[in-house]
T-cell receptor, first 112, second 112 residues
Framework: NAGVTQTPKFQVLKTGQSMTLQCAQD?????MYWYRQDPGMGLRLIYY???????DKGEVPNGYNVSRLNKREFSLRLESAAPSQTSVYFC???????????FGQGTRLTVV | GENVEQHPSTLSVQEGDSAVIKCTYS??????FPWYKQELGKRPQLIID?????GEKKDQRIAVTLNKTAKHFSLHITETQPEDSAVYFC???????????FGKGTKLSVIP
């Protein structure tokens, strides 16, 4: 039981490049989330998927797209990376509302 | 949407003393309030949570209190130990919502 797994762990991109961050959970959770963490800013919600087949914008969705591929997988895509997207990205999943969120180990992304 | 304010941003205490972190929320319909601990370079992990039908919850040295009228909740850590040093995040989820909104975090340092 691996929990929530994110790939890659580290990535350096040049401005304008695109990439997809992958997230998979093996806990049969319904809801999945993408957060970004910047110093002094806490965890800010980018997008979330309440259940398979649905996605919604969070607090900071601009510059990102998501895909809930199936119940296990939720990917985050940067179409044209910008230096402002340099951050640590966390994926999380929840079995249902009002319960513990389990986080992946994070992806440290640097855009130069 | 929900807005969660967290204070203080940094907190230093002597080993053995108590630490208190406070959060306020804006959505009166919010009904789930978890606290997460994040050690340096690690993922956030749940340490305690409380639901709106409960005023206080305790787990060994950690307790959380909730005042729905004032829309604030607090984390209390007693008999602090060096291993309590970390960043602590409060969060809130609104009724009928799948959005988990975090505060900006408190960096707690326990001085031996």
């Amino acid at each position: 039981n691996a929990g929530v797994t994110q790939t890659p762990k580290f990535q350096v991109l040049k401005t304008g490049q695109s990439m997809t961050l992958q997230c998979a959970q093996d806990m049969n959770h319904n809801s999945m989330y993408w957060y970004r963490q910047d110093p002094g800013m806490g965890l800010r919600l980018i997008y979330y998927s309440a259940s398979e087949g649905t996605t919604d914008k969070g607090e900071v969705p601009n510059g990102y797209n998501v895909s809930r591929l199936n119940k296990r997988e939720f990917s985050l895509r940067l179409e044209s990376a910008a230096p402002s997207q340099t951050s640590v990205y966390f994926c999380a999943s929840i079995v249902a509302g009002y319960t513990e969120a389990f986080f992946g180990q994070g992806t440290r992304l640097t855009v130069v | 949407g929900e807005n969660v304010e967290q204070h203080p941003s940094t907190l230093s205490v002597q080993e053995g003393d108590s630490a208190v972190i406070k959060c306020t929320y804006s959505d009166s319909a919010s009904n789930y309030f978890p606290w997460y601990k994040q050690e340096l370079g690690k993922r956030p992990q749940l340490i305690i949570d409380i639901r709106s039908n409960v005023g206080e919850k305790k787990d060994q040295r950690i307790a959380v209190t909730l005042n729905k009228t004032a829309k604030h909740f607090s984390l209390h850590i007693t008999e602090t130990q060096p291993e309590d040093s970390a960043v602590y995040f409060c969060a809130a989820t609104g009724a009928g919502s799948y959005q988990l909104t975090f505060g900006k975090g408190t960096k707690l340092s326990v001085i031996p």
